[in-house]
């Protein structure tokens, strides 16, 4: 199976989500799922980098959109993201993406 990765950057100024975490994990890469992994980076730290991994070649101006929409919504920044697709779709990226932000708050 071949995989295809992806790199975003952006960068912004440093709020992380609010709350006190330094690691999160988020879903699982089961049937058709993806999981989310984050790190926050120094508090000082004004990028936010997400690396997506995915078996679904040739995507990548979907995932584009699905990003720059939760980076424009959300602006998350100082963190690293990992997301580990197995074939989700859009609505359940973005949704694992509404509950790592839920995630970073909470802590």
Not at 7 to 35: C, K, Q, R, T
Not at 50 to 57: E, L, Y
Not at 92 to 105: G, N, P, T
Request: with cysteine; hydrophobic share 45%; net charge negative.
């Amino acid at each position: 199976m071949a995989l295809e990765r992806l790199e975003f950057e952006f960068v912004g100024e440093p709020e992380n989500g609010g709350g006190d975490w330094e690691y999160l994990h988020i879903g699982h890469v089961m049937s058709g799922d993806l999981e989310i992994l984050a790190e926050r980076l120094p508090a000082e730290a004004d990028v936010t980098r997400i690396h997506v991994t995915t078996g679904a070649v040739g995507f990548g101006s979907v995932w584009q959109m699905v990003i720059d929409e939760f980076m424009t919504t959300h602006e998350v920044y100082g963190c690293e993201i990992w997301i580990n697709d197995d074939g989700a779709t859009p609505a359940v990226v973005k949704l694992r993406l509404w509950q790592l932000v839920k995630e970073m708050s909470a802590k």
